[in-house]
């Protein structure tokens, strides 16, 4: 998804709580009809809303969690009872998990899906099955193929992926050695991202890429692991790295003060977190990409209660993205993005 307008964190959810998005849209605006338990609320009918993220470790995942609740609970004020059922494979890699936790739920009949799809192909076919039972599907965070679903709510990832190359370029001084840490074949968002860095890349031919396709994989020890592998490869080659997600940016720097690099190689990650914040604030990080999954969460919740209901929502929304640097981390207007009120809304 390349074309989303930047739309503040408080306009969007002022739409949200009005009828999601229906002058933020991007593309066309459809109409679903549902039926069976999945019926528009009334009657003091409580709705059964899936919400099924990538993995539910990071902090990443558990911000989209506490959106979600906080979704529920206006609604619940404006007369709208819903119930979010959330539930995720452990690991990230799990794409068969994912697929049966799909086809649990469309087998139940909720009313509703929110999915964070693991591999862009592998959930298509559950997601099909679902438009098939009635059940909408409104995708979040990382894109889906085919068009089976009513409205993808995610960050524009490659705009992130441009932001990073252009601070790391912009540290380096247009000239040096990088690496790229990609995060797992058939992750869209991450694709994208790693798509916008290398892009930006091209535009300075003094900056040479010396490993693009290293995968840091699922988990923070197993992209330790990858980084460690690169760094004893190139070793003082490097002078900048980027890593596209929470878990790669955790074990690139993990792996960086291992070999005693930390400080000394330019360092641009994905995804805050408390401990990356930390990292930025410290020095460690020069540049940190960050979304707001807090706000993905709880408009994905928020999209698919007015398809559930009828209403028209977008076929897409951009929920944010933003470069925060040591120079920047105290400013008022990134701390949605830095310090999403987690605890209030996960008890």
């Given at each position: ?95 068969n998990g994912q697929v049966n936790i799909v086809e649990t739920f469309v087998t139940q009949h909720v009313a509703g ?147 005693g690099l930390l400080k000394k190689v330019k360092f641009v990650g994905f995804d805050a977190s408390p401990d990356l ?27 698919l209660v007015d398809a559930i209901q009828g209403k028209k929502v977008p076929k897409a929304v951009d929920t944010g ?27």
């Open positions: 998804m390349r074309n989303f307008g930047f739309v503040g964190v408080a306009a969007l959810l002022t739409l949200a709580l009005a009828g999601c998005g229906h002058n933020n849209s991007a593309g066309e605006e459809q109409t679903v009809t549902t039926q069976g338990s999945g019926a528009p609320a009334g009657g003091g009918k409580t709705l059964q809303i899936a919400v099924i993220p990538k993995g539910t470790s990071h902090d990443y995942w558990k911000s989209i969690h506490a959106g979600a609740n906080k979704a529920q609970q206006d609604l619940a004020k404006q007369g709208t009872q819903i119930n979010v059922i959330w539930k995720g494979t452990e690991s990230e890699g799990d794409r899906i929110v999915l964070a799809p693991l591999d862009s192909q592998a959930l298509v076919t559950p997601v099909q099955d679902a438009a098939a039972h009635k059940i909408p599907v409104v995708i979040i965070d990382s894109a889906l193929g085919g068009g089976d679903y009513v409205s993808f709510c995610a960050t524009d990832n490659e705009k992130g992926g441009e932001l990073a190359g252009e601070r790391l370029a912009q540290l380096l001084g247009g000239k040096g050695r990088v690496i790229l840490l990609p995060y797992q074949q058939g992750s869209a968002s991450t694709e994208g991202r790693e798509k916008g860095f290398l892009t930006v890349m091209k535009k300075y031919p003094g900056i040479t890429v010396l490993s693009q396709n290293q995968y840091g994989g699922p988990t923070s020890d197993t992209a330790q692991t990858a980084a460690q592998t690169l760094l004893t490869r190139f070793g003082s080659q490097v002078d900048g790295v980027f890593a596209s997600n929470e878990s790669n940016t955790r074990g690139m720097r993990l792996a960086l003060q291992d070999k914040v930390q990292a930025l604030k410290d020095g460690e990080l020069q540049g940190l990409v960050v979304q707001n999954p807090f706000k993905m969460g709880y408009i994905g919740v928020t999209t993205v933003a470069l925060i640097t040591p120079d920047t981390i105290s400013d008022p207007k990134y701390q949605d993005y830095l310090n999403p009120p987690i605890n209030q809304y996960l008890r």
